[in-house]
């Protein structure tokens, strides 16, 4: 015969068996529910690791002057986040339009893909922004591409601003004096590289540019010591040695 304490638990189980079944299904229902959102949420940090590798490395190519490789990198990196972080795409632009520099002749070839909006739409985020340090780098690349299309009203502007915002910045200074010779303003340009001289005695675009002037000048002693100052601050410009050489010994 079956003891009272069996009949017991028999009832209490079947009284408590539909809790347990309807635990046992919303159970179910929340790994269900968390499961999927716990390997989203892993994903999502995944990618943001993958992001943040792509933007360093962009950092470092940055740091390193190499802008088309900088800008692929922020591209991944901006093509990557979910939310199209402007960010990203701040330097992303900066390095594309920093590219410019990568050949350091005045009047070397523009890079093909290269567009006026990028400069414009980069200007305005950093003016919104109040990033005065990366206008003043946007503005000097804006003035070089504005001159290479003679715009040359324009390219004062550039690099008068750029000047408003570092006045002691010898490279802004020799843009300038490379517009001005463009211009045929011989007279402004060499105003212009002897001020970069007088901010950085010791750089060489100045002296080599000041040097190409006064040879177009003819005069020729005036040049020799410009480029001879060259090759003493760095005794492996070709350049120089070649213009050297153009205008023969002493």
Partial sequence: MESDSNKYWKRMIKRIWPVIVSLSGAVVMILAFFIPSLQE????????????????????FMDEDRYQM???AYAKAFELSELKRLDIEMKRLNARV???????????????????????????LQKKKNLADDRFHTLNSYGIYLAAFDRYEEAHKAFEEALTLRPTDAL????????????????EAQNAYEKALAL???NLRAHYNLGLLY????????????????????????????????????
């Fill in 41 to 60: 949420q892993w994903d999502r940090y995944q990618a943001r690791k993958v992001i943040q590798e792509y933007e360093q490395l962009g950092d470092e």
């Fill in 172 to 187: 802004t200074w020799v843009n300038l004096g490379n517009l001005y010779d463009q211009e045929k303003n011989l007279k």
């Fill in 200 to 202: 950085e005695p010791d």
């Fill in 98 to 124: 920093n590219r410019i520099h990568e050949n350091p002749e005045w009047d070397s070839e523009l890079p093909d893909d290269l567009k006026e909006v990028d400069f414009q739409y980069l200007l305005h």
């Fill in 215 to 250: 040879a177009a000048e003819h005069l020729k002693e005036e040049a020799r010591n410009e480029f001879e100052k060259v090759l003493k601050l760095d005794p492996a410009d070709s350049d120089a040695v070649e213009q050297l050489r153009l205008l023969g010994k002493r």
């Fill in 70 to 72: 900088a800008e692929e």
